[in-house]
């Protein structure tokens, strides 16, 4: 796919602070997911991952640093959110719903008749033939996931941000999607997921970052998921403290970061932080 | 028999206006109606024609009773309530409801004031109920242009407009229509309000958006069902508020909404999709 093998398509955090009321959730962030990767991104609870994602989307603005995106326009990145804000009441089929993901080759007024094999084809590759005609209220929790990630799927996007994509699908159709995600990988584009199953992440993951508000660790999986960082992710991911004193780090200019790989990640020992007073 | 629904459009040319300027606001405010229920704003559009008041009142200080004055305060008045109760709903925490709600009855708290400090109460019984039966050319133009104006931009602006009622988060992040769709489908409500506010008053310029379009969920399952039976209930009740108006002298604006008021409750009742009636026959459940 043409689209997939144009230069750029990297996502490049400098110094990046994403958070609320002031408060960090993701606290400077620096590094680079390389175009093409398959990276996982685990941490406990309150850890950040959703943040992140949503500060990639733009849904949030950083309140210090910045992600920036070289070579990728708006339109080029898929999004499953966690929770998805759809109203579930309105009377819309599946097969409306799913083709949604056609908005950039189809816009508010082409034709999807052209498209409408592509969108079965999606509906196929999720198990969801059949289904075209029903109401999107009719469906379970983990149908409408299976939906949305067809929709994902024919957003045709060269990065690709799935937060927890398996939560609340059965485990024969969680390997049916992992395939699909395997395939983005396979066919160049980058994916970012949000995962709990560690296991599934050390199966199918081949780079990972361990976040805990800062990040603890980031590379191959391998060598991210050991016991040691995985105990230190827990310590570090404090309760949100009303008092935490102003952060006195070095502003994220101070940091050198240019597009390197995954083995730079640790560079925040050099700043030490008052937050878990 | 024919000739008790005919009789007094054949007679009457005020009749015969008022016949068209309904059919006009019906067709355009109806499906307006769909989309406002479905995205549960209902609410907001009884709030919005409150937010007209004070603009049409300005009008009418400036103009006396002037239809294109009253029609262009009230415009602006409330496309800026509407622009400024997004934009607040958008840029801080309150949700679009609460800051709607905040700048409504700022709005119409100045509109009484305005309306009581200089106008007499028969003025005031105009601007709330209306002038349905004194429907001359520049208002039937008007009617006409606004429903023109509704269907063409709902047509235009149809599947962002689906797509931001289903799930705005995904509009957001494939493009930038979001923002744009909203504020324009705004604008179609307050044009519309505004286009009732001639012909039945603002109290009851929700009436023929509002009501149609909630009686259509008991006939149609999906939006292409729900606008055209959303438009053939509007329609059916201008006809009969008309006519009931007509034979027994009554206000014509109420009758009007009263008799949508029992098509909603006749279609709650009787209606194919979910109708009180059909829920105390006993029907079996499916195989699968």
Same mark, same amino acid.
């Given at each position: 796919?043409?689209?997939? @093998?144009?230069?750029?398509?990297?996502?490049?955090?400098?110094?990046?602070?994403l958070?609320?009321?002031?408060?960090?959730?993701?606290?400077?962030? %620096?590094?680079?997911?390389?175009?093409?990767?398959?990276? /996982? #991104? #685990?941490?406990?609870?309150?850890?950040?991952?959703?943040?992140?994602?949503?500060?990639?989307m733009?849904?949030?603005?950083?309140?210090?640093?910045?992600?920036?995106?070289?070579?990728?326009?708006?339109?080029?990145?898929?999004?499953?959110?966690?929770?998805?804000?759809?109203?579930?009441?309105?009377?819309?089929g599946?097969?409306?719903?799913?083709?949604?993901?056609?908005?950039?080759?189809?816009?508010?007024?082409?034709?999807?008749?052209?498209?409408?094999?592509?969108?079965?084809?999606?509906?196929?590759? #999720?198990?969801?033939?059949?289904?075209?005609?029903?109401?999107?209220?009719?469906?379970?929790?983990?149908?409408?996931?299976? /939906?949305?990630?067809?929709?994902?799927? &024919?957003?045709?996007?060269?990065?690709?941000?799935?937060?927890?994509?398996?939560?609340?699908?059965?485990?024969?159709?969680?390997?049916?999607? &992992?395939?699909?995600?395997?395939?983005?990988?396979?066919?160049?584009?980058?994916?970012v997921?949000?995962?709990?199953d560690? %296991?599934q992440?050390?199966?199918?993951?081949?780079?990972?970052?361990?976040?805990? =508000?800062?990040?603890?660790?980031?590379?191959?999986?391998?060598?991210?998921?050991?016991?040691?960082?995985? =105990?230190?992710?827990?310590?570090?991911?404090?309760?949100?403290?009303?008092?935490?004193?102003?952060?006195?780090?070095?502003?994220?200019?101070?940091?050198?970061?240019?597009?390197?790989?995954?083995?730079?990640?640790? @560079?925040?020992?050099?700043?030490t932080?008052?937050?878990?007073? | 028999?024919?000739?008790?629904?005919?009789?007094?459009?054949?007679?009457?040319a005020?009749?015969?206006?008022?016949?068209?300027?309904?059919?006009?606001?019906?067709?355009?405010?109806?499906?307006?109606?769909?989309?406002?229920?479905?995205?549960?704003?209902?609410?907001?559009?009884?709030?919005?024609?409150?937010?007209?008041?004070?603009?049409?009142?300005?009008?009418?200080?400036?103009?006396?009773?002037?239809?294109?004055?009253m $029609?262009?305060?009230?415009?602006?008045?409330?496309?800026?309530v509407? *622009?400024? !109760?997004?934009?607040?709903?958008?840029? $801080?925490?309150?949700?679009?409801?609460?800051?709607?709600?905040?700048?409504?009855?700022?709005?119409?708290?100045?509109?009484?004031?305005?309306?009581?400090?200089?106008? !007499?109460?028969?003025?005031?019984?105009?601007?709330?109920?209306?002038?349905?039966?004194? *429907?001359?050319?520049?208002?039937?133009?008007?009617?006409?242009?606004? !429903?023109?104006? $509704?269907?063409?931009?709902?047509?235009?602006?149809?599947?962002?407009?689906?797509?931001?009622?289903?799930?705005?988060?995904?509009?957001?992040?494939?493009?930038r229509?979001?923002?744009?769709?909203?504020?324009?489908?705004?604008?179609?409500?307050?044009?519309?309000?505004?286009?009732?506010?001639?012909?039945?008053?603002?109290?009851?310029?929700?009436?023929?958006?509002?009501?149609?379009?909630?009686?259509?969920?008991?006939?149609?399952?999906?939006?292409?069902?729900?606008?055209?039976?959303?438009?053939? *209930?509007? *329609?059916?009740?201008?006809?009969?508020?008309?006519?009931?108006?007509?034979?027994?002298?009554?206000?014509?604006?109420?009758?009007?909404?009263?008799?949508?008021?029992?098509?909603?409750?006749? !279609?709650?009742?009787?209606?194919?999709?979910?109708?009180?009636?059909?829920?105390?026959?006993?029907?079996?459940?499916?195989?699968?």
């Amino acid at each position: 796919m043409s689209a997939v @093998s144009a230069p750029g398509g990297a996502l490049v955090f400098r110094g990046l602070t994403l958070g609320y009321a002031r408060h960090p959730a993701v606290h400077h962030l %620096d590094g680079t997911v390389p175009t093409g990767s398959l990276t /996982a #991104v #685990v941490g406990p609870n309150g850890a950040g991952k959703s943040t992140l994602l949503k500060g990639i989307m733009g849904e949030i603005a950083p309140l210090e640093g910045a992600v920036v995106r070289p070579g990728l326009a708006r339109h080029d990145i898929a999004y499953l959110p966690q929770a998805a804000e759809i109203d579930r009441a309105f009377p819309i089929g599946v097969f409306d719903l799913v083709a949604m993901g056609l908005w950039r080759r189809v816009g508010a007024w082409r034709p999807l008749k052209a498209h409408r094999a592509a969108v079965e084809a999606a509906l196929a590759a #999720v198990g969801l033939t059949g289904f075209e005609r029903r109401p999107i209220g009719t469906l379970s929790g983990g149908q409408l996931r299976r /939906a949305l990630f067809a929709r994902v799927l &024919l957003q045709d996007a060269r990065v690709i941000l799935l937060d927890e994509p398996f939560a609340a699908i059965d485990s024969r159709t969680t390997y049916e999607l &992992l395939a699909l995600v395997r395939g983005w990988h396979a066919e160049g584009r980058t994916v970012v997921a949000v995962l709990h199953d560690l %296991d599934q992440v050390a199966r199918h993951f081949p780079a990972t970052l361990l976040l805990a =508000r800062e990040a603890v660790a980031w590379g191959p999986t391998a060598e991210v998921l050991t016991a040691d960082n995985l =105990r230190r992710a827990r310590r570090l991911c404090e309760a949100w403290d009303e008092e935490a004193p102003v952060c006195r780090a070095p502003a994220a200019a101070a940091h050198d970061h240019g597009a390197h790989g995954p083995p730079d990640h640790l @560079s925040h020992d050099h700043h030490t932080h008052g937050h878990a007073a | 028999m024919i000739d008790v629904l005919t009789a007094p459009f054949v007679e009457f040319a005020f009749m015969r206006r008022a016949l068209a300027g309904c059919v006009a606001l019906s067709v355009g405010a109806a499906p307006v109606g769909v989309f406002l229920t479905l995205r549960r704003m209902s609410l907001m559009s009884e709030a919005m024609s409150h937010a007209i008041l004070p603009g049409a009142a300005v009008g009418f200080l400036w103009a006396g009773l002037s239809l294109p004055a009253m $029609t262009l305060g009230g415009l602006v008045a409330g496309l800026a309530v509407a *622009l400024l !109760s997004g934009v607040v709903a958008r840029s $801080t925490v309150l949700r679009e409801d609460a800051s709607l709600a905040a700048f409504y009855l700022i709005s119409l708290a100045a509109g009484v004031l305005l309306i009581s400090a200089r106008g !007499s109460s028969i003025d005031l019984l105009h601007i709330l109920f209306g002038t349905v039966l004194a *429907l001359d050319d520049d208002a039937l133009l008007l009617l006409g242009g606004i !429903s023109t104006v $509704t269907l063409a931009g709902l047509a235009v602006a149809y599947r962002p407009l689906v797509m931001e009622c289903v799930d705005p988060l995904f509009l957001r992040s494939v493009g930038r229509a979001s923002g744009p769709v909203h504020y324009a489908f705004l604008a179609l409500v307050v044009l519309n309000l505004v286009g009732g506010f001639a012909a039945l008053g603002t109290l009851l310029a929700v009436g023929l958006m509002l009501l149609p379009a909630i009686a259509a969920r008991f006939w149609a399952l999906d939006l292409t069902g729900l606008m055209p039976a959303a438009v053939i *209930l509007a *329609l059916a009740a201008s006809v009969a508020g008309l006519l009931v108006s007509y034979y027994a002298g009554l206000p014509t604006g109420p009758a009007i909404v009263l008799s949508a008021g029992v098509l909603y409750v006749a !279609s709650m009742l009787l209606g194919p999709r979910g109708g009180l009636v059909w829920r105390l026959l006993p029907s079996r459940h499916l195989e699968a």
